[in-house]
């Protein structure tokens, strides 16, 4: 399926400004800015000046986060996005309710108490933004993710993702049974998505540090609903074909008559 672009001028846009440089001008201004963020529950705030928020915007990392303060500028960041820009871009700084700066990983012991499935969901989250798609939470679809060809404002979403385990373990529990998977694909097909299981193999490592991630492996899958009109050979070839058969069935009969 071709992404379906929001207007007539919006693909040539993506074109022109790829989302893989615009997270790399992400990077470059965060390190230069020294940026670092406060931990906040289960987000990371991050003052902004007015450079940042744009390209936070176009690299679609967070959220704008409206304050009392007039004089300052908010961003939020999830725990995927925020260990995203610490572990893999190496580009922001973390600070926790102590005042002290978090390693990445207190982050990452940090996150996996606050969601014991984190290790999945930031592996295929990960996974996605290293293949410059854009990904976004999915929860008002069901999913964990949504996946973009490029900017939200652009392109409708392609993808709707649910990061699941290998085996069947604890973490493990969507899916399951034949309900579970023609409900999601039936709400998928509702709103013009592909659903796309990212299948993450710990590989028996286990989650003690984020450097077991380097050793984690993915699979993806997509499902999608049969549709009866389509089918695997062409009906019209079969149809012409039939029409061959049967006339050269009359001319036989006529032959013999």
């Not at 987000?43 to 915007?57: F, G, I, K, P, Y």
């Not at 976004?136 to 990061?163: C, M």
């Not at 493990?172 to 998505?193: F, I, P, Q, Y």
């Amino acid at each position: 399926m071709k992404p379906r672009w929001k207007g007539k001028a919006s693909e040539a846009k993506a074109s022109a400004d790829p989302m893989s440089k615009i997270v790399s001008q992400l990077h470059s201004s965060l390190i230069e800015t020294r940026t670092c963020g406060l931990l906040s529950s289960c987000s990371v705030l991050v003052e902004v000046d007015a450079e940042l928020v744009d390209l936070l915007n176009r690299a679609c990392f967070g959220r704008p986060r409206i304050t009392a303060q007039k004089d300052k500028q908010w961003f939020q960041l999830d725990m995927e996005e925020t260990f995203y820009l610490c572990f893999s871009l190496k580009c922001l700084k973390v600070i926790g309710e102590d005042g002290s700066t978090k390693s990445n990983e207190e982050l990452w012991e940090y996150f996996k108490s606050k969601k014991p499935v984190f290790p999945i969901s930031y592996k295929a989250y990960s996974h996605l933004r290293h293949k410059n798609w854009v990904v976004r939470l999915g929860l008002q679809y069901g999913v964990d993710f949504v996946a973009y060809h490029h900017h939200p404002a652009l392109v409708h979403s392609k993808y709707a993702v649910l990061a699941l385990p290998e085996g069947d373990n604890d973490l493990n529990g969507r899916l399951r049974v034949w309900s579970d998977v023609h409900c999601t694909v039936r709400l998928c097909g509702s709103v013009a998505k592909t659903l796309l299981i990212v299948i993450v193999n710990s590989n028996g490592l286990g989650s003690n540090s984020p450097s077991c991630l380097e050793h984690y492996t993915v699979e993806e899958r997509t499902i999608t609903r049969w549709n009866p009109e389509q089918s695997r050979e062409d009906q019209r070839g079969l149809q012409n074909q039939t029409k061959e058969d049967n006339s050269e069935i009359f001319r036989s009969r006529c032959s013999k008559n």
